[in-house]
């Protein structure tokens, strides 16, 4: 079966510039979720997916950072403006029935 | 707040060894926890997991040892192996794991030949 799939991989930009990540769930695969991870630490959900609709974006900061998720498949993620703090991994995971499947992640850069 | 505790931060053991990995969590509704293994440029993956029902399980060289009155569980790695170097992370969830994932820190384990 064909995993979680990101894009790009790795992306490097300004500070105040915006960037947006793709992410290509495991087929059937009702959950998603984005998680951050900075260097050196475990990663931390910023926002989870049911379908289409949201089920805890508790962490996401809100007035930079925006998901969404069409037709209950594909997502992006995107951060407008970035701040230097935003450097990190950002991953992609899809569950069916609780065991999370992660994507290669998404390195950001922000310099 | 951080709801599991993950200790050491880094482990070097020789081949052969075992390695050992402790977590510790606050939220006594978790009722799923996995251990996922992350090698450098990957996604973590899932590498064994246990519900509170058991206080041990085994899959081939990685066992989870789980005390539910502590509110600890721990990975064990017998007989380790280089390619067994990777960052482990232990985390917890809610509703059989239907829940988002809450992730420990994550320990870097050296497998010395």
């Known amino acids: 079966e064909a995993g979680v799939a990101q894009s790009p991989r790795y992306k490097i930009i300004e500070k105040r510039q915006s960037v947006a990540f793709w992410c290509n769930p495991i087929s059937g695969h009702a959950t998603l979720y984005w998680y951050q991870q900075i260097l050196g630490q475990g990663p931390k959900l910023l926002i989870q997916f049911q379908n289409n609709g949201v089920v805890d974006d508790s962490q996401l900061p809100k007035d930079r950072f925006s998901a969404e998720r069409l037709k209950g498949v594909d997502s992006t993620l995107k951060i407008q403006p970035a701040k230097l703090e935003d450097s990190a991994v950002y991953l992609c995971?899809?569950?069916?029935?609780?065991?999370?499947?992660f994507g290669q992640g998404t390195r950001l850069t922000v310099v | 707040q951080q709801q599991v505790k993950q200790s050491p931060q880094s482990l070097i053991v020789q081949k052969g060894g075992i390695s050992i990995i402790n977590c510790a969590y606050e939220n006594t509704a978790f009722d799923y926890f996995p251990w996922y293994q992350q090698f450098p440029g990957k996604g973590p993956a899932l590498l064994i997991a246990?519900?509170?029902?058991?206080s041990e399980k085994k899959e081939g060289r990685f066992t989870i040892s789980f005390n539910k009155s502590a509110k600890q569980f721990s990975l064990h790695i017998m007989d380790s192996q280089p390619g067994d170097s990777a960052t482990y992370f232990c985390?917890?969830?809610?509703?059989?794991?239907?829940?988002?994932?809450?992730f420990g820190k994550g320990t870097m384990l050296l497998v010395s030949p």
């Open positions: 985390a917890a969830s809610k509703d059989s794991g239907y829940s988002t994932l809450t």
């Open positions: 995971a899809s569950s069916f029935y609780g065991e999370a499947f």
């Open positions: 246990i519900r509170p029902d058991v």
